[in-house]
């Protein structure tokens, strides 16, 4: 069982930043994959961007330049910085951790919205 908790979101304006943070109730080194997805209302949930235990990383080409996700295992912590962002990012953002055994986990989602 891996319990995840996400914080960070919020209401910003076009151009502006948030850092989104995803809290894992277990080390990252016994975790395949953490990653961050959106869902828009009446789109599907879709992947953003996601970490990797050797730290490759992935972004979709929709936050490419502009998203950048990261760790810190001390505090086995992601983050999600996102700026410049656009009112096309509006969405609720869910943390998702996939472990070595083949589970995964999600959280429950922080809200992002960005408009002027």
């Known amino acids: 069982q891996v319990q995840l908790v996400e914080s960070g979101g919020g209401v910003v304006q076009p151009g502006g930043s948030l850092r989104l943070s995803c809290a894992a109730s277990?080390?990252?080194?016994?975790?395949?994959?953490v990653g961050w997805y959106r869902q828009a209302p009446g789109n599907q949930r879709e992947l953003v961007a996601s970490i990797v235990r050797s730290g490759f990383t992935y972004y979709a080409d929709s936050v490419k330049g502009r998203f950048t996700i990261s760790r810190d295992n001390a505090q086995n912590t992601v983050y999600l910085q996102m700026n410049s962002l656009e009112p096309e990012d509006t969405a609720v953002y869910y943390c998702k951790a996939d472990t070595a055994g083949g589970f995964y986990f999600w959280g429950q989602g922080t809200q992002v919205t960005v408009s002027s």
């Open positions: 277990r080390r990252f080194f016994d975790l395949n994959t």
